[in-house]
């Protein structure tokens, strides 16, 4: 994990292709971020597969900023206006996630739309063992991360103003449809029978409507939060393009995915020996997951593991028909794609019982 780590953490110079004009930039942040004061420097964060994210540095404090990515995009990825949102109205309701200052729509400032928002300071941790700390604060790190989940999935998305946000109802219906989708539209990037077989079963097996509906992240993992420098506790969620109004049992399905995940592709607990390092077993989190939004346990649990490793896969073809295209933003896409195969068997796994 610490060449995963390595890769993922701290700036770069921008990259070749994902340059702007830094002058316009600055002009629009003069105009649109209170109390913003020059001059401008911009690096880039080496993490962020999707929506390249630079590092705006001024000589009283720095921000951050997401971008859609420059070149031929797919229809409704990308949506960076959405992250702004989610964003705006979280931090409304004093849930851990970074301030927005702006969002830009004018394609003339830095050639694709963009937010700004505050840099939140902190630990991330790239290994879900979380090494160098006692099982102690180990233990009191992943019972922050469930609260965390938890409340998210607490809020009504009408009274928080994100009841336009999504579609209710129909999510998995919705969800599987939608990847199957853009897995089966890119070419580039091929097919894989071990994913055609998932995407089967997960249409022939679809847990019946309940009418759940919450705010959803959509890639809950330890390593999109912040944690506070010194104490078990997140400071801010990262990585909002995947939220939307869906299944809170999905959304819950899928970050518990960490125990089940090979280090090497994500974040994740497999292999590792859990009980020795402080961390909960998979049950006792599920558990407190429960406790938690009122629940007495997860029905489906298998459904939502399979269809969980089924969209990462998905996701990791769009990385793959992205690095084939030539437009993928992180210099780590290669090895993403080198994983689809594998995250595709995984979730087949599951489909067995």
Known sequence: MTDLADANTGTTAVREGYGFDEAALESWLKANVEGYAGPLS??????????????LVTPARSYVLRRKPPGEILKGAHAVEREAKVLTALHAQGFPVARVYGLCTDESVIGTWF??????????????????????????????????????????????????????GNY???????????????????????????IAWLEANMPEDDGASSVIHGDFRIDNMIFHPTEPRVLAVLDWELSTLGHP?????????????????????????????GIPS???????????????????????MAFNFFRLAAIFHGIKGRVIRGTA??????????????LARLALGFTKG
């Open 42 to 55: 911009v690096e880039q964060f080496k993490g962020g597969q999707s929506n390249p994210t630079y590092k």
């Open 115 to 168: 937010y700004v928002m505050e840099m939140v300071e902190g630990r991330i941790f790239w290994d879900a063992t979380v090494p160098g700390v006692s099982n102690e604060e180990r233990a009191a790190i992943f019972d922050a991360m469930n609260a965390t989940i938890a409340q998210l999935h607490s809020y009504d998305p009408e009274t928080i103003g994100l009841g336009d946000y999504g579609k209710p």
């Open 172 to 198: 998995f219906a919705r969800q599987v449809g939608r990847w199957s989708r853009q897995y089966r539209e890119d070419e580039a990037a091929g097919r894989d029978e071990a994913m055609d077989a998932v």
């Open 249 to 277: 049992l999905a959304d819950f399905a899928y970050h518990a995915m960490m125990y089940h995940m090979p280090p090497h592709i994500v974040a994740g607990l497999g292999g590792a020996d859990i009980a020795a390092l």
């Open 282 to 304: 998979e049950e006792d989190y599920v558990a407190a997951y429960c406790r938690r939004t009122g629940r007495e346990n997860l029905p489906d649990y298998r459904y939502y």
């Open 329 to 342: 933003s992180n210099a780590q896409a290669r090895e993403r794609a080198e994983a689809f195969p594998e």
